[in-house]
């Protein structure tokens, strides 16, 4: 199983429209600094699954051979607004699955083109999707959300964005299976307070608790590269800040 972070930004993304902090001058100024709609690719050898798809450029990523799958955590737009092209491709079917919210996003349900939008899996039930056994969670958000615990046998991976906190049965479930990679929403440095995403604060606690041996920090917002910038603030050594197209091999990861 690879993983590899097409995205690691927040909603605002980085470098932030007009913004002139340390964080997003270095962004525009370098590219490997830039963090667009959050999102994952996880490759097996029976195929190919894409966490949300917040790209706007998807047709132009990926062939329609391989791209059968689609994984969203939620229906906001930063999530899902890759989906309003490709809907309408030709001769090919893509199959969506994402938390039961009524209201989706704008009018994706009503004209879903080639999108096949399957229900949501029953929550902290197994299902099986190229290769992987996957287990869908609830997460603390202002949308119905929905994070991920993958595992192809050998390796596992827990995907959770965006969230604040845990739910208590999703913490405890966690817990009991022990991910060895844990992806987790860190939007905020640990100066704000957090509404719909971790702070830093939150988001160390919950890897205390959880014990994985590597976790990666995603939906990066600008105010939390820039604090990181500015100041000597050490991580805890199995704790990395993800960046946009870092592979992730779950057995040997890439830093």
């Known amino acids: 199983m690879e993983f590899q972070f097409l995205g690691t930004g927040s909603a605002s993304q980085v470098p932030c429209y007009g913004c002139g902090c340390t964080a997003c001058v270095r962004a525009k ?3 490997k ?3 667009g709609p ?3 690719k996880i490759k097996t050898e029976k195929g190919m699954i894409l966490i949300d798809a917040g790209l706007p450029n998807l047709a132009e990523l ?3 051979d391989e791209l059968n799958t689609i994984l969203l955590t939620h229906y906001h737009m930063d999530h899902v607004q890759g989906l309003f092209h490709l809907r309408w491709g030709k001769n090919c079917t893509i199959t969506v699955i994402g938390p039961d919210d009524l209201k989706g996003c704008d009018d994706l349900f009503k004209h879903p083109g080639i999108l096949n939008f399957l229900p949501s899996p029953e929550l902290f039930k197994e299902f099986t999707s190229n290769g992987l056994t996957i287990t869908a969670l609830p997460l603390n958000h202002s949308k119905l959300c929905n994070g991920y615990y993958i595992n192809d046998d050998t390796d596992c991976v827990a995907y959770l964005t965006d969230t604040l906190g845990l739910p208590q049965r999703t913490e405890d ?3 009991t299976v022990k991910p060895k990679i844990l992806v987790l929403d860190c939007s905020h440095p640990p100066t704000i307070k957090p509404r719909n995403h971790n702070s830093l604060t939150e988001a160390l606690e919950i890897i205390k608790k959880l014990e994985p041996e590597k976790a990666y920090l995603t939906h990066i917002g600008h105010e939390l590269d820039s604090f990181l910038l500015h100041n000597n603030y050490q ?3 199995n704790v990395f800040i993800a960046r946009d197209n870092q592979v992730i091999m779950a057995d040997k990861p890439k830093i």
């Open 173 to 175: 479930f966690l817990k």
């Open 33 to 35: 600094y830039r963090r």
């Open 38 to 40: 959050c999102s994952v």
């Open 62 to 64: 990926f062939q329609p």
């Open 29 to 31: 100024g370098f590219s």
């Open 235 to 237: 991580l805890p050594t």
